[in-house]
């Protein structure tokens, strides 16, 4: 059971790399939006069929979402990450496997959850 703690936690620390790249990637388009609801002439908005204020709101709704899953992926890894490092130490207490648990809850991350239940249960023994 540790050793399947371990590679949960390895894949899950993958797929919270890739999301965060992902999210930097989204937080720029939500820039760019911003900027070229600013900046563009209302003829080109217009042919498009949009408003300018349409497109405002539009892409600060999707810069603000996208901010707050960065955030949210960002905490995530640094949760897990302290949880990890305290795990390789030889913490014996359930307190890094739960906050794998937490960590996982927060970043909507099913494998720092299975690592965390996997680590409780290895605990046990």
Do not use: Q, W
Request: aromatic share 8%; with cysteine.
């Amino acid at each position: 059971m540790k050793t399947a703690a371990k590679i949960m936690n390895i894949i899950g620390r993958v797929y919270n790399i890739i999301a965060l790249v992902s999210t930097i990637l989204m937080v720029i388009g939500g820039v760019v939006c911003l900027t070229i609801s600013i900046v563009a002439p209302e003829a080109d908005i217009v042919e498009y069929g949009a408003t300018r204020e349409a497109l405002l709101t539009a892409s600060i709704v999707f810069l603000v979402v996208s901010a707050c899953y960065f955030l949210s992926t960002l905490a995530c890894l640094i949760i897990a990450s302290r949880s990890y490092a305290a795990i390789r130490v030889g913490s014996k207490s359930k307190a890094p496997h739960i906050l794998l648990m937490v960590a996982g809850i927060l970043g909507l991350d099913i494998f720092y959850i299975l690592a965390g239940v996997f680590g409780l249960v290895s605990s046990r023994r």
